[in-house]
C-alpha cells in the first residue's frame, strides 16, 4: 500500500511539471508566435545612423568682438543676422535686397569662422556703439527711437524667411563680402576667389555720393604718412606722389608715395577714403582726393542689390549676379 502511494505521488509530481510547458506549446501553436511587449517604462532606441538636428537660429551662438566694449559677445545667429543687416541697408529698402543682405551676412560669418577665426576666439570684429557690423538691440532702440518695434517687426520678419539660408562654393560657405557701391569687385584678401570677379553694376551710378572728392591739407596728408613710416618733407609736397600702378576696373593698386611703394589699400586706411579707386591733386597746399564708390569694391554692391530688387530680381538672383558660380543652399 506504501508503494502504491510512492507510485501514485510521483506520477502527479510527473504531471504538474509537463502539463504548464505542454499547454504553453498549444497556445503558442494554435495564436502563433509573439514577440513579448516592453516593460512600460522602456522607451525605444533611436537608430545609431540618425542625424543629429541642426541647432535652431536662436540657440546657435555667433561669438563675436565688441570693439566699444573690449570683449567678446555671445550672439544668437538671428541676433547677429539681423543686426548686421541693420547696420548695412536702411530698414526701408526693398524686400529682396534686405534678403540678399541678411544671407551674406550669415555666410561671411561662417566664412571667418572656417578661415579667420581671431586671436580673442570671436568669429569677427564689430562695434554696435558706431553703428558698425552690427547693432545690438539696445543700439537699435536708440537708433530707430519711436519706430523700434514697427522696424524690427518688418526687418525681423524679412530675415526670418532666409535665416536657415547659406551660399556655398565647393561645399564651404563662401567669402561673400559686402559694400555701400563701387564700379566692380576687386580681391582684397591676398587670395583669388573665383567667385569674386568683377561684375556689372552701373547701377552703382545713381547711389547717393558715388562721387565724392575729400581735401586735406599738407600738414595732415603728411601726418597719415607717419603712420604708413613714410617720412615727408613738408617743403615739398608737390613731389610727395608718384605714378599709380591701377587695377583692370580702375581701382589703386599701389602707388609710389615719397619714394615708396604703398597699396592703394593701405593709403586709403591711412586718410579714410571711401575706396581705392581714387585719383590725387595738389594745388595750393592742399591735396584732394576723389574716389568713386564706398568701400573696399568686393562681393554684394548694397546699392547695386537695391537697383536690382527695384528692378524685380529676387533676392536669390541678388546674390547669384554678385557671387556668380555660389550655390544658395538651406
Not at 550672439?75 to 548695412?88: D, F, I, P
Not at 551710378?205 to 575729400?214: G, P, R
Request: net charge negative; charged share 15%.
Amino acid at each position: 500500500m506504501k508503494k502504491l502511494f510512492l507510485l501514485i505521488f510521483a506520477v502527479l509530481l510527473v504531471l504538474g511539471s509537463t502539463l504548464p510547458l505542454a499547454a504553453y506549446r498549444v497556445t503558442r501553436a494554435v495564436l502563433g508566435h509573439t514577440e513579448p511587449l516592453p516593460a512600460v517604462s522602456s522607451a525605444p532606441e533611436l537608430p545609431a545612423s540618425q542625424p543629429k538636428a541642426l541647432p535652431s537660429a536662436d540657440t546657435e551662438t555667433f561669438p563675436v568682438e565688441d570693439l566699444s566694449a573690449g570683449k567678446v559677445v555671445q550672439l544668437s545667429r538671428r541676433e547677429y543676422v539681423l543686426g548686421a543687416v541693420a547696420a548695412e541697408m536702411p530698414v526701408s529698402w526693398p524686400d529682396e535686397a534686405l534678403k540678399a543682405q541678411a544671407v551674406a551676412a550669415h555666410t561671411y560669418a561662417l566664412y571667418c569662422r572656417d578661415h579667420a577665426a581671431l586671436q580673442s576666439g570671436a568669429w569677427l570684429t564689430v562695434d554696435p556703439a558706431r553703428r558698425q557690423g552690427c547693432l545690438t538691440e539696445p543700439v537699435l532702440r536708440s537708433y530707430w527711437g519711436t519706430a523700434y518695434e514697427q522696424n524690427y517687426a518688418r526687418l525681423s520678419a524679412i530675415v526670418d524667411e532666409v535665416l536657415d539660408e547659406v551660399l556655398f562654393y565647393d561645399n564651404a560657405p563662401a567669402c561673400t563680402g559686402y559694400f555701400s557701391f563701387s564700379k566692380a569687385r576687386e580681391n582684397v584678401w591676398g587670395t583669388a576667389l573665383p567667385y569674386l570677379i568683377p561684375v556689372d553694376s552701373n547701377t552703382d551710378l545713381s547711389a547717393d555720393n558715388y562721387q565724392y572728392t575729400a581735401v586735406f591739407s599738407a600738414a595732415q596728408v603728411q601726418q597719415a604718412f607717419s603712420g604708413l613710416g613714410i617720412t615727408a618733407d613738408l617743403a615739398t609736397p608737390e613731389n610727395w606722389f608718384g605714378p599709380a600702378e591701377q587695377t583692370a576696373s580702375g581701382y589703386t593698386k599701389s602707388l609710389t608715395v615719397c619714394g615708396q611703394t604703398v597699396s592703394g589699400t593701405a593709403l586709403r586706411q591711412a586718410l579714410g577714403l571711401r575706396s581705392t579707386c581714387f585719383t590725387v591733386q595738389y594745388q595750393s597746399g592742399n591735396f584732394s582726393f576723389t574716389t568713386r564708390g564706398y568701400g573696399h569694391g568686393v562681393g554684394l554692391s548694397q546699392w547695386g542689390a537695391k537697383a536690382m530688387a527695384e528692378q524685380g530680381a529676387s533676392y536669390a538672383d541678388i546674390l547669384a549676379h554678385y557671387y556668380p558660380g555660389t550655390e544658395l543652399r538651406e
